[in-house]
């Protein structure tokens, strides 16, 4: 297991409950997650080291260090015949990793955040995980990948089988264009639309990113149609006249680009140039975020409510 950070940790806990008995974790030696892997109970080794013995390495470290870490640890010492396993296939999609022709390459995606994974499997459930091979050289790919996937506790929810260009595509579009950036868009502009207006901002907190989860589970649990059926008369009126002012032409064309940008690479080649200069506009764009006023906004109402008692 290489990385032993959010799906790294949960990935080998999983594996490891489910009968897998030889996991070994591979970190650098400055790694801060050195301890929480010895501290779970397993041995600890460089990436090359672990992967140098290891009959499957599954790659759990960020996308954007696929590139540096196959090149100069996992690909010198990953031994013929062994087995490659992804979380996402964006490494392998668009060539920060080009596996040798005699390795097994495999897609093992769980679809939610490690921790959560986790909780799920020691609830006795699961998430849908998606599936795929890119490339069986050993002719057991598809079986091996099936129940590396079962062994996260996939198998109790559903295990649905793509490919890697797929995944990797229709993921970077999802979280770019409603998961991630659309929604923190939307939200933020609509409470500063509020806020601007005159109106008290802990009013447009609620209104506009409080109850979104409310609304949002409601419609994880009974469907789009289902949520609106147990919803206001007036809210669910107002939502078919402006929800399709909100997404109209203009944000239906901006996601055309979005998808065209994520299929020819540009977005990868952008997030790549950034890193290799030391991530400054991710740095700069995430230290933005955290000064906006709706997070200020909200750390008062937590405030408020720690010393409420609530």
């Not at 759990?60 to 090149?71: K, N, P």
């Not at 490494?91 to 022709?101: D, E, K, Q, T």
């Not at 459930?125 to 890119?134: A, N, P, R, Y």
């Not at 203009?250 to 990868?268: Q, T, W």
């Amino acid at each position: 297991m290489i990385g032993y950070g959010s799906q790294g940790r949960t990935h080998a806990l999983n594996l490891r409950d489910s009968g897998v008995a030889d996991i070994v974790i591979g970190l650098k030696a400055s790694s801060a997650t050195r301890a929480k892997a010895q501290a779970d109970g397993f041995p600890v080794l460089t990436a090359g080291e672990a992967a140098a013995d290891a009959d499957v390495v599954a790659v759990m470290v960020s996308d954007e260090a696929h590139r540096d870490l196959w090149r100069d640890e996992l690909e010198p010492n990953i031994q013929p015949g062994a087995a490659l396993i992804f979380a996402h296939g964006l490494s392998v999609r668009f060539g920060l990793v080009a596996p040798r022709a005699d390795l097994d390459v495999i897609l093992a995606s769980p679809k939610g955040i490690g921790p959560r994974i986790r909780d799920l499997y020691e609830a006795g459930e699961g998430v849908f995980c998606l599936f795929g091979v890119h490339q069986d050289a050993s002719g057991g790919a598809h079986a091996l990948g099936l129940s590396y996937a079962a062994a996260l506790g996939c198998g109790r929810k559903g295990i649905l089988e793509t490919t890697f260009a797929a995944e990797c595509e229709s993921d970077l579009f999802g979280e770019q264009v409603v998961l991630c950036g659309g929604v923190a868009e939307l939200v933020d502009g609509a409470f500063m639309k509020l806020v601007n207006a005159g109106y008290p901002p802990e009013v447009a907190w609620f209104e506009c990113f409080y109850e979104l989860k409310l609304v949002t589970d409601l419609m994880f649990e009974k469907g789009v149609a289902g949520a609106f059926g147990r919803i206001s008369n007036t809210a669910e009126y107002g939502a078919y006249l402006t929800g399709p002012r909100i997404i109209g032409d203009a944000s239906k064309a901006a996601m055309d680009e979005v998808l065209s940008e994520v299929r020819s690479g540009a977005f990868v080649r952008k997030l790549m140039t950034d890193y290799d200069a030391g991530s400054p506009e991710l740095l700069a764009r995430r230290k933005a975020l955290g000064e906006r006023t709706i997070e200020r906004v909200g750390a008062h109402l937590a405030d408020v409510a720690s010393r409420a008692g609530g």
